[in-house]
């Protein structure tokens, strides 16, 4: 495998991403009311949530934050799930599968109202996101899938060739559907931008420091 590719390498984020908050490792014995492993989106927003509310909150990561696949992915804000509307509801009942549908959709509001409150440079833009149709006897699964996100209450409409055309500067297009709350961002940059405006509300998070194990010990855990 070429150099540039192995897993310690982040590529073009690496070069053009906001420089890294101080993560130290972890140095002796500390005690929190919740300790959170791994560095990524999911546990730095949980580190930045639950510190905001003035829990007490620790994040251990083996490399930085970042590291993984929050820093190297393809910097995509997408709303939804993988599945069509009409499965979810199908899969989970409609009280369960409203619920993720509705949580799923706003998601994007929640990064970029998160950027916005904690003035994270990384790059984003809640421009919207296109699932396009290539080819003609694509258009109908499109066009099934919009109506199942008009029912579901999604903002998603529809566009034409020539609007795809105007938006995207290629007339390969024939029709698809905009996401307006969707956009793009660095991933590098805000998951250190996550790390950043975690520690500033009072969480700790500590690079270098893999967790090796994990039992109870007494009412807690070590």
Known sequence: MPESFLPFSHGLYAE?????????????????????????????????????????????????????????????VNPGV?????TVIADLGPEAGRRLLDFSGAAPDLVFDLIRRHGIACEAEQTGTLRAAYHANKLASVRSLLAQLERSGSPARWMDAAALA?????????????????????????????????????????????????????????
Not at 64 to 73: I, K, Q, Y
Not at 182 to 209: C, D, F, Q, T
């Open 82 to 86: 993988y599945n069509d509307p009409d």
């Open 166 to 222: 105007e938006a995207t500067g290629t007339t390969r297009y024939v029709g698809g559907i905009i996401y307006p709350q969707g956009g793009k961002l660095n991933p590098l940059s805000y998951a250190r931008g996550l790390a950043e405006a975690a520690i500033g509300a009072g969480a700790r998070v500590h690079g270098g420091s893999p967790a090796t194990a994990i039992m109870r010990h007494g009412a807690g855990w070590r």
């Open 16 to 76: 053009t991403a906001r420089p890294a908050v101080a993560t130290p490792p972890l140095d002796g014995d500390t005690r929190t009311t919740v300790a959170i492993i791994g560095g990524g989106y999911t546990g730095l927003s949980t580190a930045l949530h639950l510190a905001e509310r003035g829990v007490d909150a620790l994040v251990l990561e083996a490399e930085e934050p970042g590291f993984g696949a929050s820093g190297r992915n393809g910097g995509q």
